[in-house]
Every structure is written in structure tokens, then in C-alpha cells.
């Protein structure tokens, strides 16, 4: 029911780190110009390869500001369909464990306010486009079920 999110960014950051596998640590990979900043705390799945080679990503909707390595149990509600200069690199919705208890209404990516779902679909469709040597396409959000079966394919 709950999968283990590690953070990578924190929320209102405009500092994207990755984590790496070789060192152990988080690594700053870039700094998004202005005037972007990830609106939620974002992170991965550890144990997961999703089809750019890289974990699962995931974006915790939550007024709760995760600090960069933390790890938090965490519960899919749906994704949002996105390809790169990588390939297809979907983003997992979720909801800390916390959230998840106080908020017995959000079960599912309907259940969430359409405000919210406009500002991650808007910063993931433009926090590239000031580098010529990336890109980001923006598909459809998909449902808790759609979602748990891409992170079920993801699984190593």
C-alpha cells in the first residue's frame, strides 16, 4: 500500500539534485533559472526503473516541505504522463503517509483540487525550456489504478 520515497528536491526549490548510486550522496545536477521552482517536494522510488533508466520519480503533494534525503512512506494516487530528451519519464503522484491519514478524502488523482494539478502540469511542461539541450512533453494524468500498474512494471 505504501511505497519508500527518498527526496531529492525540496519544495519551492529551484536546486536539482539526483541522487548517485556510486557515491552515495545527492549531487547538485543543475539550477533551474528563474522564474522555476518544483511546487511540492520531489523524489524517487527506490527499487524501481522506469523506462528513461532512471527510479520512478514522484512529486509529494503536500503543504509539508521535505527536507533533500528523507525518506517517507508514501501512497500513489496517480501520475502524470511526461517524456524527455531521456524518453518516457512519468511522474508518480503521492501522499506522505501523514497526508494520507489526515486527508480520507484523497484517494485517488480525481480527489484532487484541479489548481494543483494545473501548477505541476504547467512547471513540467516549462522548466526546460531555457536550455536548448533539453525538453519536456506533457501527456494526460492517469488514475491511481494506471499509475500502480506503471510503478508494478518498474519494479526490479
Known sequence: MFQ???????????????????????????VLPYPYFYPYSYGF????????????????ISDTNYKRGETLSCYIIGALEMEDEKGMD??????????????????????????????????????KSKDSTR???IGNYLSRTEALYHYEQSMV
Open 90 to 127: 512519468m511522474k508518480l503522484l503521492v501522499l506522505s503517509q501523514e497526508d494520507y491519514e489526515k486527508n480520507a478524502m484523497i484517494r485517488d488523482i480525481k480527489d484532487i483540487q484541479t489548481e494543483i494539478l494545473e501548477d505541476i502540469k504547467w512547471f513540467f511542461s516549462n522548466y
Open 135 to 137: 525538453w519536456s512533453k
Open 45 to 60: 522510488i527506490p527499487g524501481t526503473r522506469a523506462e528513461d533508466g532512471d527510479e520512478m520519480d514522484t512529486v509529494v
Open 4 to 30: 519508500q520515497t527518498v527526496i531529492e528536491i525540496e519544495k519551492h526549490s529551484n536546486q536539482k539534485y539526483e541522487y548517485c548510486h556510486e557515491t552515495g550522496t545527492m549531487k547538485l545536477d543543475r
